[in-house]
């Protein structure tokens, strides 16, 4: 059974940074991409970012690129996302996701979600 659980969200001022972190189980997590997207208070669904199953092909939406960092450590089956310079708009709740095929670069939807991590930028 998939299994993705995200931490490190929290409570951060305009300008600061969190690392987020999402720790995979019950699949072979070396041969999918994965994913961010988040949920906003009372907005829809947001893709913020996608690795390949490998690591070296990243993909942003305008709205975080050059402030946000997606990587992985396959030994570690973790995902992670670095956020910087973040603004109050980047308030929402951030989920882990996952494809259902592997190899699935880019990916359009995913199957798979953790149970998301709150983050909350304000003074």
């Known amino acids: 059974e998939v299994h993705l659980v995200e931490s490190g969200g929290g409570l951060v001022q305009p300008g600061g940074s969190l690392r987020l972190s999402c720790a995979a189980s019950?699949?072979?997590?070396?041969?999918?991409?994965m994913g961010w997207v988040r949920q906003a208070p009372g907005k829809g669904l947001e893709w913020v970012s996608t690795?390949?199953?490998?690591?070296?092909?990243?993909n942003y939406p305008d709205s975080v690129k050059g402030r946000f960092t997606i990587s992985r450590d396959n030994a570690k089956n973790t995902l992670y996302l670095q956020m910087n310079s973040l603004k109050p708009e980047d308030t929402a709740v951030y989920y882990c996701?996952?494809?259902?095929?592997?190899?699935?670069?880019?990916?359009?939807?995913?199957?798979?979600w953790g149970q998301g991590t709150q983050v909350t930028v304000s003074s």
């Open positions: 019950g699949f072979t997590f070396s041969s999918y991409s």
């Open positions: 690795i390949n199953d490998g690591g070296s092909s990243t």
């Open positions: 996701a996952a494809p259902s095929g592997r190899y699935t670069y880019p990916v359009k939807v995913y199957t798979y």
